[in-house]
């Protein structure tokens, strides 16, 4: 292939596999199609004007933090730090190359998350102080560094034992991560910022028991979470596998909404469990994870200065051109995730055969979690990874009728 075609086959193939993934692996069990909702018939215009202000401060917000990240790594790629590169030791240079990436995009981006911050406190989303915002920021970064710390050094391994093909292996190691922390992840870091207490005995426990064995899951333990020091935000997620599999419930959930309310959200985790949509989300990132990465290596070629041979110099190129090409497949992604948030609604209105309940829940948390209930058609498709409020409610309305 000639090498100026290399560059836009790579990033038209990796895009083209992406979509053709969730073509064949979208689910075709969704439920009924949403019926038109009008927002304003369940939501007041303060509330709806309240949601679209947060909604596009955030973004710009988040638009400004994207944009500050991506100019770092621009000026370290133009400017490779010589003392780390010229480690004798070629891994822990990688590994130590990574990190300062890390560490440098996550406190440059620091001022704009703490402004974000600011404006989800001023509109009620958070609970936490100052000092344990800190903290977790802090912990949030030192884990960061370190796995971007063991992704820089197995990237100047794979360079060396490969050289140009080092996107193979990449590929695969990509996969591994995807599938460490999408198992582990819950169980080992999850307990680094919050406290898990089993729910005592009740009607509840019981309740939520019984709708996983309705549901044909086998759940080991259900567990409160102390989410409420830090946000008023509620949810739940189901975790583990095998027999380890638990329920976790937010503390605030359980506080703020209504038995018949929990269940609904505990039934719509466990129509995740039962289409074994983790398992699927993998077997996707396995298959596009090769064409992905080969983008990258191969815009990282383009990006790399002129000299820079393979190793700890060539980290910073493959760190800006995984942030450009990353986001790219993700829009893509977000296709089938919004698909699969469907499938899972559908499961729970047929586990619980209570729209009306559902329809009050969306209702009432997304005024609660202040989230736009019918945001623009262009910001769905882009950064959507769910139906939007009023597609929920629709499909509940579809499902009553």
Request: charged share 20%.
């Given at each position: ?15 083209v ?25 369940y ?18 917000i ?5 944009a500050?990240?991506?100019g ?24 130590a ?29 958070v ?34 034992r ?32 919050n ?20 549901a ?177 409610i ?8």
């Amino acid at each position: 292939m000639r090498r100026s075609w290399r560059l836009p086959v790579a990033l038209v193939t990796a895009v083209v596999v992406a979509e053709a993934a969730v073509v064949a692996m979208r689910p075709r069990d969704r439920g009924p199609e949403p019926v038109p909702v009008e927002p304003r018939a369940y939501f007041s215009e303060a509330e709806i004007e309240k949601a679209e202000e947060f909604r596009n401060g955030q973004l710009w917000i988040y638009v400004a933090q994207t944009a500050i990240g991506l100019g770092v790594l621009v000026l370290i790629v133009r400017r490779p730090p010589q003392r780390l590169a010229g480690l004798r030791r070629r891994l822990l240079a990688g590994a130590a190359v990574a990190a300062a990436i890390s560490v440098a995009t996550g406190v440059a981006a620091l001022p704009l998350s703490a402004v974000a911050r600011e404006r989800a406190k001023d509109v009620g989303l958070v609970t936490q102080n100052w000092l344990g915002y800190a903290g977790d920021v802090a912990k949030s970064h030192a884990i960061g560094a370190g796995f971007a710390a063991l992704g820089g050094a197995v990237l100047v391994f794979a360079m060396g034992r490969f050289g140009t093909r080092w996107w193979l292996p990449g590929a695969a190691v990509v996969v591994a991560f995807g599938v460490i922390t999408a198992y582990a992840g819950p169980v080992v870091l999850d307990p680094l910022f919050n406290d898990f207490k089993p729910l005592p005995r009740g009607e509840l426990r019981s309740d939520v028991l019984a709708l996983a064995r309705r549901a044909g899951v086998d759940v080991g333990e259900v567990y409160e979470m102390d989410a409420s020091r830090r946000t008023t935000a509620s949810n739940a997620y189901v975790t583990g596998f095998g027999k380890t599999k638990r329920v976790v419930l937010y503390d605030n959930l359980i506080k703020d909404f209504t038995p018949a309310e929990t269940r609904l959200v505990v039934a719509h985790e466990l129509g995740h469990v039962h289409h074994h949509d983790v398992r699927n989300g993998l077997i996707w990132l396995a298959i596009v994870a090769p064409f992905g990465i080969w983008a990258v290596a191969v815009l990282a070629e383009r990006l790399a200065p002129r000299g820079a041979e393979l190793g700890p110099r060539a980290v910073p190129a493959v760190a800006l051109s995984l942030a450009l090409v990353a986001p790219a497949i993700t829009m893509v992604s977000n296709q089938l995730s919004r698909a699969v948030e469907r499938r899972a609604d559908a499961f729970s209105l047929e586990l619980t055969h209570d729209p009306e309940t559902f329809i009050d829940f969306q209702q009432r948390i997304s005024v609660k979690n202040v989230s736009d209930p019918d945001p623009p058609a262009v910001a769905r498709f882009l950064l959507g990874t769910h139906p939007s409020t009023i597609q929920r409610i629709g499909q509940a309305q579809a499902f009553e009728r």
